[in-house]
């Protein structure tokens, strides 16, 4: 056999195969329709986004992959179709820490899928009021860096807020270097965000260490000035590039290959146990000697791990803070719930603002 008659074989096997996933997804979209009915009809007020239910789906997904793709491509695909499909039964709009073009709106595009409507916002406290007024129905901001840590703003702002999380989402972090020049010898300046630089200080220090910095509220703002002013470059990712048509001088520019972001999606639906679950708890304690060691001995007793304590001043009286621990497993599971049951007794406050499922790739 030829190579052209091999090749028309393979080709009129994926025309078949192409037609049997578009009526297994078609499929798929008519159920999703018909659980929409039941819900409805059961409870006017029914919640079709279930994070626990997203995650389990994608999990045991992943665990039959069979390849040749990839888990992380996999799950992407599979969440596009769950995202369709979801927008059929309750379209939902998600605000980020915008404007368009940041690592905040990837992180929610990456959890929700395209099929939602996303709304960028200037800041995380309108992206808190947003959801809080209900305009948006999730937000997505984020919580803390691998390489430079908490983002304090976000954990300021539960203090006042009445929202949960919901979800978390961890974004792997890819810096580039974009302009409308053609070579890194004609840039004088760049623009990005603080913690961009943080990230590629030593690649800044070795490459371009005449260039000014100048520090903006965002990448995708970088990139925008980047557009428009000669002799300029921003640091930003793959989004911002397209979106503002910039060159890319350099690539993956970040310090540490492994950079990650961890992002937190909140809201007001509390989410059931997953199986793999994360609960995020706001505590204060009394200002005595021992105090914190008898608000994290529970955990410790009870066999629960804890994956991150963070203080934050409290901002009511001086030299008093509050502690956001993250810890492993569901509020509702039994040894949680012991745990926190010893903990409200020790605590001067605990607040629970959340239980979600732990982020899947």
Not at 232 to 238: D, K
Request: glycine share 4%; net charge negative.
């Amino acid at each position: 056999m030829s190579e052209r008659d091999r090749l028309q074989v393979i080709r009129q096997r994926i025309d078949a195969l192409d037609d049997e996933i578009l009526r297994l997804i078609s499929e798929r979209a008519r159920c999703a329709q018909e659980v929409a009915t039941v819900k409805r009809e059961s409870d006017p007020e029914a919640q079709f986004y279930r994070p626990e239910r997203e995650a389990q789906v994608l999990r045991r997904i992943l665990e039959l992959n069979p390849g040749p793709l990839p888990g992380e491509e996999t799950a992407r695909l599979f969440r596009e179709i769950m995202s369709a499909c979801l927008a059929l039964e309750e379209p939902l709009t998600i605000a980020f820490l915008g404007p368009e073009g940041t690592f905040t709106q990837a992180a929610a595009l990456k959890h929700f899928g395209h099929s939602v409507a996303t709304r960028a916002l200037a800041s995380i406290d309108e992206v808190f009021r947003e959801v809080e007024s209900q305009t948006a129905r999730f937000g997505v901001v984020p919580v803390e860096n691998s390489t430079e840590g908490v983002v304090t703003h976000t954990l300021d702002r539960f203090m006042q807020s009445p929202l949960q999380v919901c979800g978390e989402v961890e974004l792997r972090i890819h810096h580039h270097l974009l302009s409308r020049e053609t070579a890194s010898v004609a840039i004088e300046r760049v623009y990005s965000h603080q913690q961009s630089f943080a990230q590629c200080r030593e690649w800044l220090d070795a490459n371009l260490p005449g260039a000014e910095r100048i520090t903006v509220s965002s990448n995708a703002e970088a990139a925008r000035r980047a557009s428009k002013e000669p002799h300029t470059a921003a640091i930003a990712g793959e989004a911002a590039a397209a979106l503002y048509e910039l060159g890319t001088l350099a690539s993956n520019i970040e310090d540490f290959p492994d950079n990650t972001t961890r992002f937190l999606v909140i809201g007001r639906q509390a989410a059931e146990p997953s199986g793999q679950d994360k609960t995020s708890l706001m505590i204060t304690t009394p200002n005595r000697p021992g105090s914190l060691f008898r608000v994290l001995e529970p955990f410790a007793r009870g066999g629960v791990s804890l994956t991150r304590i963070e203080s934050r001043p409290s901002h009511c009286v001086n030299w008093e803070y509050v502690f956001f621990v993250d810890i492993d497993g569901h509020q509702r599971d039994p040894k949680v719930a012991a745990a926190l049951s010893v903990l409200k007794n020790e605590a001067e406050m605990l607040r629970v603002l959340g239980s979600y499922p732990r982020a899947v790739l």
